[in-house]
T-cell receptor, first 112, second 113 residues
Framework: AQSVTQLDSHVSVSEGTPVLLRCNYS??????LFWYVQHPNKGLQLLLK??????LVKGINGFEAEFKKSETSFHLTKPSAHMSDAAEYFC??????????FGDGTTLTVKP | NAGVTQTPKFRVLKTGQSMTLLCAQD?????MYWYRQDPGMGLRLIHY???????AKGEVPDGYNVSRLKKQNFLLGLESAAPSQTSVYFC????????????FGQGTRLTVV
């Protein structure tokens, strides 16, 4: 069985400051890991994915995440937040058979 | 590119009514999924399909049925709607089970009164 824990339900940062959204996972097998973003009243959009290649993964809009097997973590970071980054973010683990497990989400607020 | 299209976008049902949500994808993906999204609970998998003619239960299948008669379509049915099924429903598709991303539709906001 697999599970995903997003350690913060809400994160608030000021525009121009770094963003850190934390995700821990558990999985019986080497998983694929994803981060999705959901803007209000919109569907989910893929930010980045890890699929057993490079452990530091770069995504769209300046986001990146580092896969740390020893810590079972896949934290999402961005050096400088923009107002348009305000959204809900989901960490997803997908070990096999297409059955993804979603975290409960982290709401990112960006203050001017 | 249409990607994944869900129909309808909004619907209000009375308790006990039935309805079908349609999901269509034009990417020739084998895998398709139905999720529901409730506040503070992320997305939970209702049913999924690994190819035309196949369906399987997800995490929260009770009260829902699905069919995948054509590769590009995945239908989600509610036979007798209940207020607990008030939610936002998302369809997704992916090329394979493991490494490729899932593409999501825009969602269907369903209210059962």
């Amino acid at each position: 069985a697999q599970s995903v824990t997003q350690l913060d339900s809400h994160v608030s940062v000021s525009e121009g400051t770094p963003v850190l959204l934390r995700c821990n996972y558990s999985s019986s097998y080497s998983p694929s890991l994803f981060w999705y973003v959901q803007h209000p009243n919109k569907g989910l959009q893929l930010l980045l994915k890890y699929t057993s290649a490079a452990t530091l993964v770069k995504g769209i809009n300046g986001f990146e995440a580092e896969f740390k097997k020893s810590e079972t973590s896949f934290h999402l970071t961005k050096p400088s937040a923009h107002m348009s980054d305000a959204a809900e973010y989901f960490c997803v683990v997908r070990p096999n058979a297409g059955k993804s497990t979603f975290g409960d989400g982290t709401t990112l607020t960006v203050k001017p | 590119n249409a990607g994944v299209t869900q129909t309808p976008k909004f619907r209000v049902l009375k308790t006990g009514q039935s309805m079908t949500l349609l999901c269509a994808q034009d990417m020739n993906h084998e895998y398709m999924y139905w999720y529901r999204q409730d506040p503070g609970m992320g997305l939970r998998l209702i049913h999924y399909s690994v190819g035309e003619g196949t369906t399987a239960k997800g995490e929260v299948p009770d009260g829902y049925n699905v069919s995948r008669l054509k590769k590009q379509n995945f239908l989600l049915g509610l036979e007798s709607a209940a207020p607990s099924q008030t939610s936002v429903y998302f369809c997704a598709s992916s090329y394979d089970a493991m490494n490729t991303e899932a593409f999501f539709g825009q969602g269907t906001r369903l209210t059962v009164v």
